[in-house]
């Protein structure tokens, strides 16, 4: 009998091994729910925004190119460089200008220099001339006194003609020597003045953001050497002919520019009023604020505020990406499912919902680590 139980002892401890197995198992297969926090959705009053692409550009910028064709000697700015009113920024080559004005100069000294010569001669003439009169006064009394013959007399006569005949043409040889002063002043002037053309200098203070040229180029008036900008920016937007009545001046406008992070806050400072016949837009002109990174050229788009619409939207960090699928989980009889969204605009911390929730429904937010589709959740109240 101590033989037989010796036997089934090692099956009767098998069996109740056997037996204690599912419970464990069952115990191990029940999980504790995750507490998880929950957003309701409801209808929101979010601004309706339209929104038009545009490009920056400068509020003022100067095409810095030379009034006569001339070699360039140097030039003094790089593209970037910042450059203050006046500055001298590119030089030509005048030395064919100095040689004009140095003659202009010569010439006018030489009739200078003959101008007392002039006047010595036309002061000659006057004494001679007064002579003469002095003289045909003292023989026309004697004529009135029959003391002189009819010959003296007309030769006194003739001399007095000729000495103001003489001064005449004195005075009119100074008065050519005034014109021709005046004249040479003019020339030497007006080389001074194309002379001073060899040196560009900056029309206004702002920054170099194109350079065209090279010590040793041909510089053809008209022809672009520089580009100077101002500073202070502005985005030239176009709105769509339907869009203009909801645009004012001063209208405050929110900016995104590509490549710089965040929006900028504006105001539209002019409305073109003629319309392109091409797009059928208005070009809108929006002041940039004072702000580093702004460039010429960059991307902008504008969003103009006009009246408010009724929307359901989410927390933006609540919304999962997967490729192009966006979703979110919601809460529903303590289970959390996915559910596949639709998104519109987003806000600062939100995003639109076009489609796939409706209000009042519970979305999970934030999501807790671990939790899928199909897990069980406990709300937070």
């Not at 560009?200 to 203070?205: L, N, R, S």
Request: hydrophobic share 40%.
């Amino acid at each position: 009998m101590t033989r037989n139980w010796l036997v089934l002892l090692p099956f009767v401890i098998w069996l109740a091994g056997c037996g204690e197995t599912p419970r464990e198992t069952e115990s191990a297969s029940v999980t504790a729910p995750i507490a998880v926090n929950a957003v309701t959705l409801a209808a929101q009053q979010w601004p309706s925004i339209y929104e038009a692409t545009g490009t920056v550009r400068a509020r003022a910028s100067a095409v810095i190119s030379a009034k006569w064709m001339g070699y360039v000697r140097e030039v003094k700015v790089q593209v970037g460089d910042r450059v203050r009113e006046g500055q001298l920024l590119v030089v030509l080559d005048a030395r064919d200008l100095d040689a004009s004005s140095n003659r202009a100069a010569a010439a006018r000294e030489e009739i200078r220099n003959g101008i007392p010569e002039a006047e010595s001669a036309a002061a000659a003439a006057k004494a001679s001339l007064d002579l003469a009169q002095v003289t045909f006064n003292r023989m026309n009394e004697l004529y009135g006194k029959k003391s002189i013959s009819d010959q003296e007399f007309d030769e006194a006569s003739a001399r007095l003609k000729a000495a103001q005949a003489s001064y005449d043409m004195a005075r009119a040889k100074l008065g050519q020597f005034d014109s021709k002063l005046a004249l040479a002043q003019q020339e030497v002037r007006a080389t001074e003045v194309t002379r001073s053309y060899a040196e560009i200098p900056a029309p206004f203070a702002g920054i170099v953001t194109t350079k065209s040229v090279e010590p040793g180029n041909l510089a053809v008036p008209g022809a672009p050497l520089l580009t100077i900008e101002r500073d202070g920016y502005r985005l030239e937007a176009d709105v769509e002919e339907s869009r203009l009545r909801a645009i004012r001046l001063g209208q405050p406008v929110g900016i995104t520019l590509d490549g710089m992070n965040g929006n900028l806050e504006a105001r539209v400072s002019e409305i073109v009023p003629s319309v392109d016949a091409t797009s059928r837009s208005y070009l809108v002109k929006i002041d940039l604020p004072a702000t580093s990174g702004v460039r010429s050229g960059s991307f902008g788009r504008a969003a103009f505020q006009s009246g408010s619409r009724t929307v359901l939207a989410v927390p933006a960090a609540a919304v999962s990406e997967r490729g192009q699928l966006e979703s979110v989980f919601v809460a529903e009889g303590g289970v959390a499912h996915t559910r596949l969204i639709t998104l519109g605009e987003k806000g600062k911390d939100q995003t639109e919902v076009l489609s796939g929730l409706n209000a009042g429904e519970k979305v999970i937010f934030p999501v807790p680590q671990g939790v899928t589709d199909g897990t069980k959740i406990e709300v937070r109240p």
